[in-house]
């Protein structure tokens, strides 16, 4: 498995931006697809973003697309999301997480495909 670790969160008003970065332990970390969930308070963990190995295919939940994008330096085990425009209901502890898959351009917006997660990191927008 891969350690992930969040940075970045913080509070911000609302049209704002922040930058979250998800550092991974390893030296394989071009073999896993990636992906942002976020949970806010008394809700469900929900998907956000989703990348690929190759860095090349993309996914974004309705809600955040055209605001967040997702990307990766493979050189540097990181992972990005760049928040943008935020609004108050974007107000969550986000996480990164990690997948398995020998496909270069397989993602996935489902829990259940991501085997390592990291702590999270706090995201306030405040009105």
């Known amino acids: 498995q891969v350690q992930l670790v969040e940075s970045g969160g913080g509070l911000v008003q609302a049209g704002g931006s922040l930058r979250l970065a998800c550092a991974a332990s390893?030296?394989?970390?071009?073999?896993?697809?990636m992906g942002w969930f976020r949970q806010a308070p008394g809700k469900d963990r929900e998907f956000v973003a989703a990348i690929s190995r190759s860095g090349g295919i993309a996914y974004y939940a309705d809600s955040v697309k055209g605001r967040f994008t997702v990307s990766r330096d493979n050189a540097k085990n990181t992972v990005y999301l760049q928040l943008n425009s935020l609004k108050p209901e974007d107000t969550a502890v986000y996480y990164c997480a990690a997948g398995a898959n020998l496909n270069r351009n397989y993602a996935s917006t489902l829990q259940y495909d991501y085997g390592s997660w990291g702590q999270g990191t706090q995201v306030t927008v405040s009105s």
């Open positions: 390893g030296r394989t970390f071009s073999s896993y697809f």
